[in-house]
Structures are given as C-alpha cells and as structure tokens.
C-alpha cells in the first residue's frame, strides 16, 4: 500500500525566507508525485508533478520540488516566501495498482509573516 | 476555459434532509471523483466514475450515493445528512492514463 506522510502540520516563514515543505512517501516502486496548493474554501490547485525524466521539477508560483528516488522524497521550495503564499499544501501520489487514484498527505499550512 | 464547476459553492441542509451536490465539467474527462475534505484534514476519495462504472472506496458509508447520467455531469446524494457530513465536498476529474486531477473549487456543506 501506498503512503505519503507530510512532516509537519503547520510551517511558518517570514516573508522572503525559504520555503520547505516535506513529503516522503511510502512505495515498492517509484510512484508519480504531486503538490497542490489549496486556498481557503477553494479546490486544489495543482502545482507541479513529477512522472518521469528530470528529478527537479519547477512548478506554477516560484515554486520547484525534487525527486529522490533514495530518500523516497518529494520536498517542496520555494526561494523566497510571499504573503500570498499562505495557504494549505498537499503532497499526493498515484497509485499504481488502482488505476489513476491519488492518494493524499495530512497536508501543511503554512504561513508567512511579514 | 475549460473547467470543472460545483454548485452550489455553499450548501446548508437540515439534519436527516436529502441534500444533492452537482459536478459538471467541460474538459471531456472520462473519470470523474468525489472528495470529502473535513476541516484542517486532507480530501477523501469517497467514490469515482470511470466512464459510467461506478467504484465505491470500501469505507465509504452507504448514505452517500453517487449519479453520472453523462459524461458532463456528476452529482453526489446524501439521503440523510448527519451533522458528521458537514464538509467541503470536491469534484475532480482525469483523463485516462493521465496523471494529473482538475479540481472544482468545492461545495461548503453545512447541516444544521
């Protein structure tokens, strides 16, 4: 079975500092890896995605997120943190013995202080 | 632009009273899927379509019914709301064998 675990339910930044937001998962094999971005009482928006090919993946919003197949990670940066950055952030992957399910992490909140 | 639309974006509903949620989507996507997402939690599959199958996750309760008369459109029941089912309920949609979900921007469910 598939996991994904998103250490650490809130993260707070100032504006202008680093952004990491980390997601590990759990799989036999190398699964397809996902961030969305959600506002309040919005949908999911989709940031970035990687399938195959180049490790590091460059998203909507600054934001970029490598795969390492070794630390079975997909952490999530971004080089300077925005006010509008504030927002709840999901890391997924799609299972692959189920079709085009995607599984979800706990999610982080993060927020930027000014 | 192409889009997935879920209306109405806010829904309140009395306890036990039969609510229905619409899906509608013009990206001519063959897999539709329902999401519950409670308060400061990730979204749960609770069911999708893929094409006109309908697959249901084994935890998901039998109060919660799903309908896709067509491609366009899916609607999700629920025959009688606990205040439990108060949630953002989310639609989504894929192609198959693509990798990636569009979201609709949710329906708020109150039950009071």
């Known amino acids: 079975a598939q996991s994904v675990t998103q250490l650490g339910s809130h993260v707070s930044v100032s504006e202008g500092a680093l952004v990491l937001l980390r997601c590990n998962y759990s799989s036999s094999v190398p699964p397809y890896l996902f961030w969305y971005v959600q506002y309040p009482n919005q949908g999911l928006q989709l940031l970035l995605k990687?399938?195959?090919?180049?490790?590091l993946v460059k998203g909507i919003n600054g934001f970029e997120a490598e795969f390492k197949k070794s630390e079975t990670s997909f952490h999530l940066t971004k080089p300077s943190a925005h006010m509008s950055d504030a927002a709840e952030y999901f890391c997924?992957?799609?299972?692959?013995?189920?079709?085009?399910?995607?599984?979800f992490g706990g999610g982080t909140r993060l927020m930027v202080k000014p | 632009d192409a889009m997935v639309i879920q209306n109405p974006r806010y829904q309140v509903t009395q306890f036990g009273k039969p609510v229905t949620l619409s899906c509608s989507q013009t990206l001519n996507h063959n897999v539709m899927y329902w999401y519950q997402q409670k308060s400061s939690q990730a979204p749960k599959l609770l069911f999708h379509?893929?094409?006109?199958?309908?697959?249901n996750e084994a935890d998901t309760p039998d109060n919660f019914q799903s309908r896709r008369p067509n491609t366009s459109f899916c609607f999700l029941d629920i025959r009688s709301p606990g205040l439990g089912d108060a949630a953002m309920y989310l639609c989504?949609?894929?192609?198959?064998?693509?990798?990636?979900?569009?979201f609709g921007s949710g329906t708020r469910l109150t039950v009071v």
């Open positions: 990687y399938t195959t090919g180049a490790t």
């Open positions: 997924a992957v799609r299972k692959i013995n189920a079709g085009n399910m995607l599984t």
């Open positions: 989504a949609t894929s192609r198959d064998g693509s990798y990636g979900y569009t």
């Open positions: 379509y893929y094409d006109k199958d309908f697959n």
